[in-house]
Every structure is written in structure tokens, then in C-alpha cells.
């Protein structure tokens, strides 16, 4: 049993990430890069056993980030919903450890979107009064029938090339100038 094969048969068996080198898969796919230039220039009797080696460590190497990514991903999870998770974060390589930062942002912004709706940023749509008639492609996919004294709201980047265009002039509204009912 080589190194490979017993760091798989411990991450079968444990709950918790396994501690591994910070250069683990680039001395992985190093070493059978190695084993490929080798088996290109090796002699039919070694041939085989090339192949071999080279098959036995791709097939690890796929079941060991198969094992670790299982285990991330429950650990981002058990993240956002508060738990207590058994995969340590030490115990990640640099790699692994932004894949699970960056997964622990998609599972929150996801919940946000899913439990209380996504809100719209104040940024991303802009005041204009039209100038001119004119018809647009949106940003947002939507085409606009724009005519001449229309206000409206629309996508900063269609805004943008509007207001540029001389087609439209931005209205600036303070939120202390707005009437409150009440």
C-alpha cells in the first residue's frame, strides 16, 4: 500500500478532513505526468506497468478530491446553518479552503434569495426624464417604448449610454425631499 492509497483508505474511514501537504494534488498530477513522459519513451515490458501505476493513481486521485469535496461541501452547510461541522479547516489545502469560502457565499446568498426574497440594490436603476423618442434594448432584457417627457426608471447601464446620448437627463431625487404619509 503506497501513500496514496493510505491517505484514501483513512479519509474512507474518518469523519473529519485528513490533514494533507499544501501541494498534495500538484505533486499528485506531477507525479503522473512524470509516469506518462516515462511511459512514452519506456520498452514494451514496462509499458504495461506503467499504464498501470498511472490508472491506479488518476482512479486515487479522483476518489480522493470525490471524499474531501463530499466533506467540504457538508462542512460549508453545517457553516451556514449554524452547526457544528467535524471537517476542520486546518486540515484544507489553500485551494480547498477558498472553494469553501466561496461555497459558504453561494449557500448563504442563496438561503437570502429563497427565504426572504431578493431586494433590489438602489444602484441599479436610475431616474431619467426622455428627451427624445426613442426605443431600447434594456440590460435587463426588457425593451423600453421611450417618448419624449417620460420619467422613468431603467438599468444604470442603459441610463448611462442614454444620458451620453443626449437622449435623457438624470433626475437626482433626495430621500429627505420625499413626502412621508403619516
Do not use: H
Not at 473529519?16 to 498530477?29: A, G, H, P, T, V
Not at 486540515?91 to 426572504?116: G, P, Q, T, V, W
Not at 431619467?128 to 425593451?143: H, P, S, Y
Amino acid at each position: 500500500m503506497n501513500l496514496d492509497e493510505l491517505l484514501l483508505f483513512i479519509e474512507k474511514n474518518r469523519t473529519q478532513l485528513s490533514k494533507i501537504d499544501e501541494d498534495f494534488y500538484e505533486k499528485l498530477r506531477d507525479r503522473i505526468a512524470e509516469l506518462e513522459e516515462m511511459k512514452s519513451s519506456a520498452e514494451e515490458d514496462f509499458l504495461f506497468r506503467y499504464e498501470d501505476e498511472i490508472r491506479t493513481l488518476k482512479r486515487l486521485q479522483r476518489k480522493i478530491f470525490e471524499l474531501r469535496t463530499g466533506k467540504i461541501i457538508s462542512a460549508a452547510w453545517a457553516e451556514v446553518c449554524g452547526q457544528q461541522f467535524s471537517g476542520d479547516v486546518e486540515n484544507m489545502c489553500s485551494d480547498e479552503r477558498a472553494f469553501f469560502k466561496r461555497l459558504i457565499e453561494i449557500i448563504k446568498e442563496f438561503k437570502y434569495s429563497i427565504l426572504e426574497g431578493e431586494r433590489k440594490k438602489a444602484g441599479d436603476r436610475v431616474l431619467l426624464r426622455i428627451k427624445k423618442d426613442v426605443e431600447i434594448q434594456g440590460a435587463d432584457g426588457k425593451t423600453y417604448k421611450l417618448r419624449r417627457e417620460d420619467v422613468v426608471t431603467i438599468p444604470q447601464l442603459n441610463a448611462d449610454a442614454l444620458i451620453k446620448g443626449g437622449i435623457a437627463e438624470r433626475i437626482e431625487v433626495k430621500e429627505d425631499e420625499i413626502p412621508q404619509k403619516g
